[in-house]
């Protein structure tokens, strides 16, 4: 199994509501990340996951809050967004952290979120 | 802090080669990657270098000079379908920066 598997692909969330992004992977790997993507940009990284402890928080707002509950899931917890956090949410997974992580990044689909 | 540049667009006839450029400037480095983008779908991997010299992958090649923060994406033999973005992006102990991404457009 080499998939990287979010769920929802699609979300259409309210400014007051609250969701969820999950991300699950079975490789083994012990990095997980979340990027974010607009339209015609990069993906932007927000957060990095390594043994299931928070390594890289890239000064993303509170509104957004990530949670790695065991080695293969990863989820994003969404609370009061505003419209221009609307995008692409991208999860990526990548081998052991140190000497032995090539970098190389597996991506899921990716869930694409509207905030109205 | 980190810097990554490369061309926003290029285009290129089917059949050709193109050569895609990227330069970075980062406070750490392990390695530099190419990811081949879709538009609306997830980036996929192409190739990495961590060593300076140049990788061969089959119609792909990319190429890293580690004393000038230099790399380059070279693809033969272009076909309609290699129409996507291209990420340069640095790594650096699980920390993954994407450039901008140079949009290729392939024309008959």
């Known amino acids: 199994d080499t998939e990287v598997t979010q769920t929802p692909k699609h979300l259409v969330m309210g400014m007051t509501n609250k969701k969820s992004l999950k991300c699950e992977q079975h490789m083994g790997h012990r990095a997980m990340y979340w990027y974010k993507q607009k339209a015609k940009k990069p993906p932007e990284l927000m957060f990095v996951?390594?043994?299931?402890?928070?390594?890289i928080n890239e000064s993303v707002p509170s509104r957004f809050s990530p949670e790695c509950p065991n080695s293969s899931l990863l989820n994003l917890h969404l609370h009061a967004l505003q419209p221009e956090d609307s995008a692409l949410y991208l999860c990526?997974?990548?081998?052991?952290?140190?000497?032995?992580?090539?970098?190389?990044?597996?991506f899921g689909e990716g869930s694409r979120l509207t905030v109205l | 802090g980190q810097n990554i540049d490369q061309p926003t667009e290029m285009t290129a006839t089917e059949g050709a080669i193109v050569q895609i450029n990227c330069t970075y400037q980062?406070?750490?480095?392990?390695?530099l990657f190419w990811y081949q983008q879709h538009a609306g779908e997830a980036p996929t991997f192409l190739s990495y270098?961590?060593?300076?010299g140049l990788e061969e992958k089959g119609r792909f090649s990319s190429f890293l000079s580690r004393s000038k923060g230099y790399s380059y994406l070279l693809l033969k033999e272009l076909q309609m379908k290699d129409s996507a973005s291209y990420l340069c992006a640095a790594f650096n102990n699980n920390d993954m920066r994407f450039g901008a991404g140079t949009r290729l457009t392939v024309k008959p």
């Open positions: 270098n961590v060593l300076d």
């Open positions: 990526a997974s990548s081998q052991n952290p140190g000497t032995a992580n090539t970098g190389e990044l597996f």
């Open positions: 996951y390594s043994y299931e402890k928070l390594s």
């Open positions: 980062t406070s750490g480095f392990n390695g």
